[in-house]
Structure formats: structure tokens, C-alpha cells
């Protein structure tokens, strides 16, 4: 299992830096122009081109995107899930006459409908996305498995000491992302516009 994730994690990691600088090289900062025009917020959509690679590059992230859905989304299918056959069992029979099957089906389709239509409805979802990823950043990636391994493994001081410093690091990095995400939404809050794009 842990070979299996290290080999997940640094091919999705060599991935995303590859891509990463690739789009930097190329691209630069976002407040460069790109063939005499501002960089877009949208990658997908906001330039034009050959069609087939903004197709193709649709359909990447429909690939991407799918799976990973299904995966953050199964914790809050098997909360309701289990709250529901809770209500059946306490009050002897279901308290929405539904099958279980039936109302896995009211309940995932009623969840991505609510996602797309929170997803529409809110400007620049990007800006806010880039805050969210950057303050669950930290505490999620860095400060839980590192305090996990300390108190598991109980390491020699000079690995405990290097491991807190990268801990401080992150978070100051976290801090520093998140003050940026906060400065672009302040600067662009006047421009916002509901179901804009």
C-alpha cells in the first residue's frame, strides 16, 4: 500500500509540475499578455485555437474531475445514507417510502444538481477555489501527517526539529496564499456577477 501511494503521489506530482512549468514558460504570470491579450481565468475556454485541443483538453479534465467527485463526495453519501436507514429503523418503515436504491439515486442526483447550480451561480469560482485550496492546504497536507508520524514513529530530535520547521514553513506559506486570495477577491468583488460565465 505504500509503495502504491508513493508511486500515485509522485506520478500525479510530476504531472502537475510538469504543467505547471509548462504553462509558466510559456504563459509567464497572469498578468501577461499572451498574443497581445490579457492571460484568462479559464485556461479551457478562454483562448482560441485549434478546437480539438480545447476539446481534448475538456475532456482530460471530465477524466480527471469524475472519479475524484466520487471520491470526496462518498463521505457525505454515507452520512445521509446512514441517516436515512437510522430514521427507517427507528420508525419502522421509511420516512420518505422511498427503496434504498431510489433514494440513492434522489440523493446523488439532488447533489451534483446543488453543486452545479452553486458552481454557476458563484463569480470567478476560481479565485475562490485557489483561497479554499489554500487554507485547507496546510492543516490537511502537512500539519496532520506530520504530527501523526511524530507521535507514531517518535523520531530522533533532528528529524523532529526539521519536520517542525517544515511545518512553519507551510504555514507561512498558507498564510501568505491566502492573503493574496483574500487581496484578488477584495480587488474583483466590484466586477462580480452572478451566472456571469
Keep these: 500500500m505504500k509503495r502504491a501511494c508513493n508511486w500515485a503521489i509522485g506520478s500525479s506530482l510530476a504531472v502537475y509540475y510538469a504543467v505547471a512549468c509548462a ?7 497572469t498578468d501577461a499578455n499572451v498574443l497581445g491579450r490579457k492571460m484568462p481565468d479559464d485556461i479551457l475556454t478562454g483562448f482560441d485555437g ?3 485541443i480545447i476539446l481534448l483538453s475538456n475532456v482530460a479534465v471530465l477524466v480527471h474531475m469524475l472519479p475524484a467527485y466520487q471520491v470526496w463526495s462518498q463521505p457525505f453519501f454515507e452520512f445521509f445514507e446512514h441517516w436515512r436507514d437510522r430514521k427507517a429503523e427507528l420508525a419502522g418503515r421509511d420516512p ?12 446523488r442526483t439532488s447533489y451534483v ?8 451561480a458563484i463569480p470567478s469560482l476560481s479565485i475562490i477555489l485557489g483561497l479554499a485550496g489554500a487554507l485547507a492546504f496546510w492543516p490537511a497536507t502537512v500539519l496532520f501527517p506530520i504530527e501523526a508520524y511524530l507521535r507514531v514513529f517518535k523520531p530522533r530530535p533532528a528529524v523532529k526539529t526539521s519536520l517542525r520547521g517544515l511545518n512553519i514553513l507551510c504555514a507561512l506559506l498558507t498564510v501568505a496564499v491566502a492573503v493574496s486570495g483574500v487581496q484578488q ?4 468583488a466590484s466586477q462580480f456577477k452572478i451566472f456571469r460565465e
Design 23 to 29: 504553462g509558466y514558460s510559456v504563459f509567464g504570470d
Design 50 to 52: 485549434p478546437r480539438w
Design 96 to 107: 420518505w417510502g422511498l427503496s434504498p436504491m431510489r433514494f440513492r439515486f434522489a440523493l
Design 113 to 120: 444538481v446543488a453543486g452545479t447550480l452553486v458552481t454557476c
Design 185 to 188: 477577491i477584495v480587488t474583483q
